[in-house]
């Protein structure tokens, strides 16, 4: 809701009720004969408050980040799904597990150690597990997110440039940053065929990630259609 009260009081006692939960949204990853993969998903926080429903994320993120609760909020997130992802592999379903950092947590030279006992706590494979940067935020401070994110790869994590082609890094810098996973912006995607220009962009950003030996994923295909179109970028390389 729009409309409901949000304050960091209210968002800190949620996050000590546990209240947040996380919901995964699947990735299509890999085209077999007639049909995509899912191979994997990416997990989201969603929080339903018990007066007045469902609080918009982009909300309690935003007052997560503004107040200091961001890092607890993500270590929630990553703690379940980090759980998921074991269970799924016990299940004999090896998804990897996309999950978003805040810029606030690239300058912290501590996460990656972090991050790498939650993950031997609950026995995760850290190679299933994808972190998600945003362009803007990987650009900001360039050398420290360097050095966090080299550590994050050394610890076998995967990492996503998320939003790419919205911001203004250049194009040394994401080849020089430790990525493995370039995620194209759904503003370019959801404009394919309305925009030959946006066909174009996304065509030769699929193009670059693969020249880089990065994964490209295509954000926000919502229909049979954008699908089809992927799969005849993959096929023509």
């Known amino acids: 809701r729009t409309d409901a009260p949000l304050t960091p009081e209210s968002l800190t006692a949620a996050l000590d009720r546990r209240e947040i939960q996380v919901f995964y949204q699947p990735k299509a990853t890999r085209v077999a004969p007639g049909k995509w993969i899912v191979e994997g998903v990416e997990a989201l926080a969603r929080w339903t408050h018990a007066s007045f429903g469902p609080i918009s994320p982009l ?3 935003a007052v997560a980040e503004k107040h200091g609760l961001i890092r607890r909020l993500t270590e929630q997130v ?3 799904a980090l759980r998921q992802c074991r269970a799924w592999d016990a299940a004999g379903l090896p998804l990897s597990v996309a999950i978003n950092l805040s810029p606030q947590l690239l300058n912290d ?7 790498a006992r939650m993950a031997a706590q609950v026995g995760a494979d850290p190679r299933r597990i994808i972190f998600e940067v945003t362009e803007s935020a990987a650009m900001f401070d360039p050398d420290t997110t360097m050095d966090v994110l080299t550590r994050m790869r050394v610890k076998n994590f995967g990492l996503s440039i998320d939003d790419f082609g919205t ?3 250049s194009l040394k810098q994401l080849y020089l940053m430790p990525f493995s996973e370039l995620k194209i912006d759904t503003s370019f995607v959801r404009d394919v065929f309305a925009h030959e220009d946006a066909r174009t962009m996304v065509e030769t950003m ?10 490209a994923c295509a954000e926000g295909v919502e229909t049979q259609e954008v699908l089809d179109f992927l799969a005849s970028v993959r096929s023509e390389e």
């Not at 030279?109 to 991050?115: R, S, Y």
């Not at 699929?206 to 994964?215: D, G, N």
């Open 206 to 215: 699929v193009l670059l990630a693969h020249k880089l030996r990065l994964t």
């Open 59 to 61: 909300r309690f993120i």
């Open 78 to 80: 990553i703690d379940v």
């Open 109 to 115: 030279l501590a996460f990656p150690d972090q991050v």
């Open 167 to 169: 911001g203004y890094s």
